[in-house]
Nanobody
Framework: ELVESGGGLVQPGGSLRISCFAS????????IGWFRRAPGREREFVAA????????LYDDSVKGRFTVSRDNDKNTVYLRMDNLNVEDTAVYSC??????????????????WGQGTQVTISS
């Protein structure tokens, strides 16, 4: 099971860190992806991190502003979001897939999903 937390209301230009906690003993065998869905839009890839944390992948829209990291001892993946803007408003969800050589952006390649956490950017 994946559970996201840390969402909230942030002013434009602000920062937020959201978390994805995974239950189960094999968390470190999974690549984790972050996705978001804004009202009226399709789900889109945000970032992904490999099982050891040494590989990361970002969508161009967040590159340089968002940072994904993980702590396998805590079964948790983090998404640090800086310089947020109103276009970042969405429900953010984490997803897991068995570790592979390459990280992927396609949502249909992830097997397990959390419920999501709302991130709202507004003044």
């Amino acid at each position: 099971e994946l559970v996201e937390s840390g969402g909230g209301l942030v002013q434009p230009g602000g920062s937020l860190r959201i978390s994805c906690f995974a239950s189960g003993p094999t968390f470190n065998m999974y690549d984790i992806g972050w996705f978001r869905r804004a009202p009226g839009r399709e789900r889109e890839f945000v970032a992904a991190i490999g099982w050891r944390g040494s590989k990361t992948l970002y969508d161009d829209s967040v590159k340089g502003r968002f940072t994904v990291s993980r702590d396998n001892d805590k079964n948790t993946v983090y998404l640090r979001m800086d310089n947020l803007n109103v276009e970042d408003t969405a429900v953010y969800s984490c997803a897991a897939r068995s570790a592979r050589i390459n990280l992927v952006v396609e949502s249909n390649k992830y097997d397990y999903w959390g419920q999501g956490t709302q991130v709202t950017i507004s003044s």
